[in-house]
């Protein structure tokens, strides 16, 4: 039985503990009468996004996160896509008792592994053993940004995503495993503090190649601040990338070895020190990754204020490695709101560049394909947003947003593009037109 | 060349009017859903079980319980029982538009990311005030909101509304 299963069972057991407690100790039930007792259990709710996507660039898509499949959207020549924003979520929550429910949610969206276990976002039993404690085990939402467990429901924002910035790396969206919040409560200010532990698996296309990415000893830690109208919160987390996307990377990492042990040979120290630093920097495995964000939000009814700032760190050149931010303002003016937003990302490391001549063994092109691969997932680029909301209906609205983005010289990790293209600092915008709801 | 010189301005000028005139309807039907708004106002009466030990509330905690910010009662331990009124009613809109000037829209926006984030789930609506009245009634930590020519004996009225 693996540890997943066991957590499960534990908290069954500790479900029919806590339910026999409820009936035989205290007599006293929440829910009055058996009319409204039968209309409490079971809820079921959910939410979509219909939306539209236009780009100017014929050389080049934007990629929403990196759990995205490439396959749908790497017709360059193709300007527009339902793909990109589109999604549907189901949810199924039973409330056996006012300590005790079981939530599961389901998320049809295009995805680079789109399996059945990995369309399940939600599915857990959380418990208030006392008050102000709430725990949750099973599969959990990734909960250490402003943003990161809601990014699926675009009825409850004001944007047609999240700022790409921000969250395209930030590829997990949930957790198998548990989490423990507590809330405090002093005066007007709510306070909460909570920790999350498990491991997250999801696909990564990369060169037509759907790789198995598994973040394991996934942690992480957040404490929020909410206040009225303000909320305030900073978190941290840090997983490890456990597998190698061998698929893809297989081919060049035996061929950087391979060139490493010529240029030993050969006696090209040089070569051989870069080869095998190339080697190390490009890959995925035992990487470990943190994350420190602190992001506030303000909505008073008119004004709507959301800001974020992060940090990721991570070894190399294919793992999360930057500094990033956003800004976002927007007014209602009845069921209209105009926003902008300006967000950026910088990374932490320079473009790479060669060291050595690789001419001497005959493998400069080899040399330069490396090199490129290695500049390939950095990201630097800042967008400014235009948009508007308009909220048309009490659960739906529609949305109409224009992106003007700047990317620059080997900065295009948030896009797929041919060629040479990210070799240049270029400009793109992208225009989306989407309908939310919930139901 | 004129002749397409004229057919282009002519169909910009003809545009343009469209649009002026979108615009000060917009303006003009924004007007009349805030003014229709403003006439519906009723009387709303935040209830609590009578046994209950928490004999007043202020806007703004009533404000925060019913944004599940708040989980207990002010100065007590005891987790509060929120009961709601049906989604989309008048009374559900009243009550948030006296209570925190919120619309229904930006509430229903609001819960939606508690709720599909797996935070907290919304509290059961019931059907009318009466119903919410039956749970208070045999709930000692219940709270809910009922339009005030619905309040008996049976509640404690912890915070009226009104224009």
Known sequence: MDKISKIFVMILAMNVIIQLGEYSVT????????????????RLSGYGTISHT????????????????STSINDYDTNSTWRMDSRLGLQADYQFSPKVEFLIQGVLKDRADPTFTNSIELAYIGLKPFNRFNVRAGRIG???????????TGYA??????????YNMVAIFAINGADVTYDIEQGNVQWRIKAQGGESHFGIDMDNYTNDFEAGNLCTLTLTRQSGPLKIKAGYSQFTSVNEATKTLGPLHRGLEAVAAIADNL???DIKAEALSLRNNISFKDNDVSYMTLGASYDNGTLIAQAEIGRSAAYGYFMPNAEMGY????YRIGDFTPYGTFSSIDPNSDVNKPVSDWSAIESESFHSQSIGISNSTRAEQYTYSLGLRWDFNNQAA???????????????????WEGETFAHESKANLYTLSMEFVF | MTVTNNFILENVSGLKNIIIHIIIWSIFAMFCMEFTNLVAAEEIAVVVNINNPVKSLTSREVSDIFLARR????????????????????LREEFFRLLNRMKLKQVNAYWARLQFSGDVQPPKALSNSQAVIKVIRNNRYAIGYIDAESVDDSVHVILNLKD
């Open chain 1, 54 to 69: 236009f780009d100017d660039r014929k050389d080049m898509t934007p990629i929403r996160d990196i759990s995205k499949s």
């Open chain 2, 71 to 90: 989980k207990v009662f002010p100065s007590s331990d005891e987790a509060v029982f929120v009961v709601e009124q049906p989604q989309n009613s008048k």
């Open chain 1, 267 to 269: 006696s090209f120290p």
């Open chain 1, 27 to 42: 007599g006293n039930y929440a829910y009055a009468g058996d009319e409204i007792y039968d209309v409490s259990k079971l």
């Open chain 1, 327 to 330: 800004l976002s303002l927007g």
């Open chain 1, 142 to 152: 990734y909960d250490a940004f402003l943003m990161s467990d809601i990014r699926d």
């Open chain 1, 157 to 166: 924002y004001l944007w047609a995503r999240p700022p790409i910035e921000f």
């Open chain 1, 398 to 416: 529609l949305k109409l947003q224009w992106d003007n983005t700047h990317i620059r010289t080997y900065g295009y990790s948030m896009w797929l």
